[in-house]
């Protein structure tokens, strides 16, 4: 019989890891090698939580343009579910490694910004990050494991000046395949020229690959920036076309088509809606595609069946009215469903908020030791290995003290 709990045998304590909250896993990890290997190395069972059950978000506090270089985990099952207190403690999940600082002619303007990685998006399990400015660099990072691999930067071919508007990371089943998607636009003469032309194309790179290349099908849209509302579901990623592209609704990429494609309005969207976009935002709830309406009233709206318009339905008319009788503002942006119904937003980009729809209460939660909220994605966990996942040689490991600051 086993003196002691490592002693257990190995496929006993995988059954224990597996019903463990990922902050008590992730702590596990640090007792004995025994832990370590079982949830770091070819774990035996598989750790990856399905969408239904891993209620988590990543959060990186400032703004886009000064993003603070520590991310942090909340656990929305558990941080959401205190009593009246409305206080959420945060502990530092990763720290942004730092790169050597690169100096180009282009780029003096912007050599203050160097290592102003932003969070741009999760994707099973894994986080990517992308500088802003002219030289972009960016990089994927497993935050449970520490792992992080830089990937190849952006070229320019035949001298031509490029301005990139943005760059988002997906996965494509069918192939097994992690890629990049880079919108950019290229310019040619001097806006105050004759002949000065502006043209918007799209490059994907293949992690693991030795180069980017360009996509015969162009983008959409020529606002499709960092700045834009967008979420991924289901391999691809969603951006919602606000003003001053009121023609257009919501245009999607497929990371495995590697095709731009439009999403319709519900069928009952009038003039109104259209021209009042900016007081919409996009999410995923339920595994659901969704909208939030502010024009007249606050409303979600769910996309049953993905790329249909018909089956667009308002789910949610939500009264946003406080006790002290003035409504409350969008736009907020549904970011996930949690398991006992209710609904966690994220308000003017500033504060964390969960909706009940059984009492029709809000509840707004206070983050300690921070100001300013730049980016929450929601996040599933996994033990993934970054060499096997993306096929590269070039991982290190990013290790962060306990005594690290949570507002950087």
């Known amino acids: 019989?086993?003196?002691?709990?490592?002693?257990?045998?190995?496929?006993?304590?995988?059954?224990?890891?597996?019903?463990?909250?990922?902050?008590?896993?992730?702590?596990?990890?640090?007792?004995?090698?025994?832990?370590?290997?079982?949830?770091?190395?070819?774990?035996?069972?598989?750790?990856?939580?399905?969408s239904d059950t891993a209620q988590n978000l990543i959060i990186q506090f400032g703004d886009l343009h000064k993003p603070?270089?520590?991310?942090?985990?909340?656990?929305?099952?558990?941080?959401?579910?205190?009593?009246?207190?409305?206080?959420?403690?945060?502990?530092?999940?990763?720290?942004?490694?730092?790169?050597?600082?690169?100096?180009f002619k282009k780029c003096r303007l912007y050599a203050g910004d160097e290592n102003?990685?932003?969070?741009?998006?999760?994707?099973?399990?894994?986080?990517?990050?992308?500088?802003?400015?002219?030289?972009?660099?960016?990089?994927?990072?497993?935050?449970?494991?520490?792992?992080?691999?830089?990937?190849?930067?952006f070229n320019e071919q035949n001298n031509e000046r490029q301005l990139t508007m943005g760059s988002w990371f997906g996965f494509s089943p069918a192939e097994n395949q992690y890629k990049v998607l880079r919108l950019f636009s290229t310019l040619?003469?001097?806006?105050?020229?004759?002949?000065?032309?502006?043209?918007?194309?799209?490059?994907?790179?293949?992690?693991?690959?030795?180069?980017?290349?360009?996509?015969?099908d162009k983008p959409l849209s020529e606002y499709l920036s960092w700045d834009?509302?967008?979420?991924f579901l289901n391999g691809t990623v969603n951006w919602l076309c606000k003003y001053p592209e009121l023609s257009k609704f919501i245009i999607f990429f497929d990371f495995q088509k590697e095709k731009f494609g439009?999403?319709?309005?519900?069928?009952?969207?009038?003039?109104d809606q259209r021209l009042s976009k900016q007081s919409m935002?996009?999410?995923?709830?339920?595994?659901?595609?969704?909208?939030?309406?502010?024009?007249?009233?606050?409303?979600?709206?769910?996309?049953?069946?993905?790329?249909?318009?018909?089956?667009?339905?308002?789910?949610?008319?939500?009264?946003?009215?406080?006790?002290?009788?003035?409504?409350?503002?969008?736009?907020?942006?549904?970011?996930q469903m949690l398991c006992d119904g209710k609904i966690l937003m994220i308000w003017l980009g500033r504060a964390l908020v969960c909706y009940d729809p059984k009492n029709k209460k809000f509840r707004f939660f206070e983050f300690i030791g921070v100001e300013s909220l730049a980016k929450a994605v929601p996040y599933t966990p996994s033990f993934l290995c970054l060499k096997d996942a993306l096929m590269v040689d070039n991982v290190m490991v990013q290790n962060i003290t306990s005594s690290a600051s949570g507002s950087d």
Not at 197 to 205: D, K, L, M, T, Y
């Open 281 to 335: 935002s996009i999410g995923v709830l339920g595994g659901y595609l969704c909208v939030t309406d502010d024009t007249q009233h606050f409303d979600i709206w769910v996309m049953k069946e993905y790329g249909c318009q018909e089956s667009w339905t308002k789910e949610y008319t939500i009264d946003t009215t406080i006790p002290a009788g003035e409504p409350l503002r969008g736009p907020f942006r549904p970011l």
């Open 1 to 50: 019989m086993a003196q002691s709990l490592p002693e257990l045998p190995p496929d006993i304590l995988s059954e224990i890891f597996s019903r463990l909250p990922i902050k008590t896993l992730f702590a596990c990890r640090s007792v004995c090698k025994t832990f370590l290997n079982l949830t770091f190395s070819n774990p035996p069972v598989n750790f990856l939580r399905s």
């Open 262 to 271: 439009e999403i319709l309005p519900p069928p009952s969207f009038g003039i």
């Open 68 to 103: 603070t270089t520590l991310i942090h985990l909340v656990d929305s099952e558990l941080d959401t579910s205190f009593g009246s207190g409305e206080r959420v403690f945060l502990k530092p999940m990763f720290q942004i490694p730092k790169y050597p600082v690169k100096y």
């Open 228 to 231: 834009t509302c967008s979420v």
């Open 116 to 153: 102003k990685f932003v969070l741009v998006n999760s994707c099973n399990g894994l986080l990517y990050f992308a500088e802003r400015g002219v030289c972009e660099r960016s990089f994927v990072c497993n935050p449970i494991t520490n792992e992080y691999v830089t990937l190849l930067e």
């Open 188 to 216: 040619t003469g001097k806006p105050w020229q004759i002949g000065f032309r502006q043209e918007f194309w799209a490059q994907v790179h293949v992690v693991g690959s030795d180069s980017w290349r360009y996509l015969e």
